[in-house]
């Protein structure tokens, strides 16, 4: 049997897919398990769908500026898409939590704009918007920069430098090391950056570079889960997420064959799932799962009626917003 070629061009082709796996994972990730489960481990490692939306994002938002290299024309985009979702979420978690007799104003008003209490106090309720808005941020900037000098592609080595820095250098792990969640998910977003030029030009890799990925994929997926298994809570998060890294590029690919194969309906329910990732995201957790977890219905029945439940208050939650945005 002839062993294809890795087509690059797959990571977007199935982006959409990718995403809905991502999702998955997370959900997977956020619903408690027993820390003596056998499944403990492996549930622990669906946390790698944050990285893979992270790489992904920076994929699709190199596609995007090759396309309108615009500064103003990338912000709008990317306020369109994320904040009206955002606002309405937030403002309906943060209100019905805020005491309006002896509150700071000030305070809630910066957590529901960029979750402030993130950058503050590292609170982790909605970390990954505050984090993924100031990867926006600063997106143009780093692509117009290796745009004029290719050489700085290699920042992301030193952004892996700095998560060591943050952890172990005492008056800089005291001032920002409370966000280390922030540090150590920064190198996979500019990574896929990187990659986003590769994907766009189905770079080919030949065909006995299956046998790498394979290996890169084994060897980091089952370092985590022994990790988290038998050592959670005895080592630096961050040191596991640089694994991450291989891992996630590794799992993104043997997935990218998985979805070529896989039955068109199938594909077209990981799209979908895909397409409401982020409302997924923003309502699984504190709107639905928290209210069944009181149940103890089990670790399976509530992520299976997390996702129930979670569809269509997502779909709804996009249809809105799009139809009160400007078209």
């Not at 509530?302 to 996009?318: G, M, R, S, Y």
Request: with cysteine; hydrophobic share 55%; proline share 5%.
């Amino acid at each position: 049997m002839r062993i294809r070629e890795i087509e690059l061009a797959d990571v977007s082709r199935y982006r959409g897919e990718l995403m809905g796996a991502a999702i998955l994972f997370i959900i997977l990730f956020h619903v408690p398990l027993a820390r003596n489960d056998m499944f403990f481990g492996l549930r622990r490692c669906g946390n790698i769908g944050v990285d893979m939306f992270l790489f992904l994002s920076g994929v699709g938002l190199w596609y995007s500026w090759v396309k309108h290299p615009s500064v103003k024309y990338f912000y709008r985009r990317r306020l369109l898409r994320i904040f009206p979702t955002w606002l309405v979420i937030s403002s309906l978690f943060y209100l019905q939590r805020f005491n309006f007799e002896t509150g700071d104003y000030v305070d809630l008003f910066l957590d529901i704009t960029v979750n402030w209490g993130f950058w503050l106090n590292d609170e982790l309720t909605f970390w990954y918007m505050p984090a993924i808005m100031m990867l926006y941020l600063w997106a143009p900037l780093y692509m117009m920069l290796i745009q004029k000098h290719p050489v700085f592609r290699w920042l992301p080595v030193l952004m892996v430098c700095w998560c060591c820095i943050v952890q172990w250098v005492v008056p800089i792990h005291q001032a920002v090391g409370h966000i280390e969640i922030f540090w150590s998910r920064v190198p996979i977003f500019f990574i896929g950056i990187n990659a986003g030029e590769l994907v766009r030009k189905d770079t080919r890799i030949e065909p006995a570079g299956r046998w790498l990925v394979l290996i890169t994929f084994l060897m980091t997926a089952t370092t985590c889960i022994w990790l988290e298994q038998m050592r959670h809570g005895r080592f630096p998060l961050f040191a596991e997420r640089m694994i991450y890294i291989p891992l996630t590029i590794s799992l993104i690919l043997l997935l990218d064959d998985l979805f070529r194969k896989m039955p068109k309906w199938l594909n077209h329910a990981f799209f979908f799932l895909g397409g409401v990732s982020l409302e997924i995201y923003l309502i699984h957790n504190h709107f639905v799962m928290q209210y069944l977890i009181p149940y103890r219905l089990g670790y399976w029945p509530t992520v299976l009626l997390t996702i129930v439940l979670t569809l269509p208050l997502a779909w709804l939650l996009q249809q809105i917003i799009k139809r009160l945005l400007p078209s």
